[in-house]
């Protein structure tokens, strides 16, 4: 049986952010003019009913209410694409790692620029947060929303450690 994709285009201070789900499940949140963003008729027919607890989740965020998200996600990759984005969930709000220290904590230092490529094609930004990762010298290295709304999302995290209700 053939899994049936879904999609809809919710507003973010970041710009429009595209959700995709298969059979449900989120499988991809893309900005506009993401590298690596699969072409739009890729998504299946829009379906503004279908991701609602993705919407308040990211509402709450950017809202500075919510610091994690818990949605259901289908995340199709290589197995080390997969370890990659798991690393990156780990990363605490408000705080960065570099390649390095993901391929470190994947039990490969040597691994660093795979990382950096794994990281490139993470398939739900923001909730699968590899804004979070910078250069091993705190450097804003490339991100595929671009390198300047990885700056501002670092920026609002900082930001939002102090305000937040938590």
């Not at 809809?8 to 949140?29: E, F, K, Q, R």
């Not at 990759?77 to 390649?99: A, C, H, N």
Request: net charge negative; aromatic share 8%.
């Amino acid at each position: 049986m053939k899994q049936q994709k879904r999609h809809t285009v919710v507003d973010s201070p970041y710009g429009p952010l595209t959700l995709v789900a298969d059979d449900g499940v989120l499988c991809g949140l893309y900005m506009t003019e993401q590298r690596h963003r699969p072409p739009e008729e890729s998504f299946g027919p829009r379906d503004d009913t279908l991701f609602t607890e993705t919407e308040e989740q990211l509402e709450a965020y950017f809202a500075a209410e919510s610091k994690e998200f818990t949605v259901e996600l289908r995340l199709r990759g290589t197995p080390f694409q997969r370890s990659v984005w798991e690393q990156l969930v780990r990363i605490p709000y408000g705080e960065t790692r570099s390649y390095g220290d993901l391929a470190d904590a994947l039990g490969n230092p040597k691994a660093s620029r795979a990382v950096g490529l794994a990281n490139g094609k993470n398939p739900v930004g923001i909730i699968v947060p590899c804004h979070r990762v910078v250069g091993s010298d705190g450097s804003l290295t490339g991100y595929g929303g671009g390198t300047e709304r990885k700056r501002r999302l670092l920026d609002f995290e900082r930001g939002a450690q102090g305000t937040a209700l938590f």
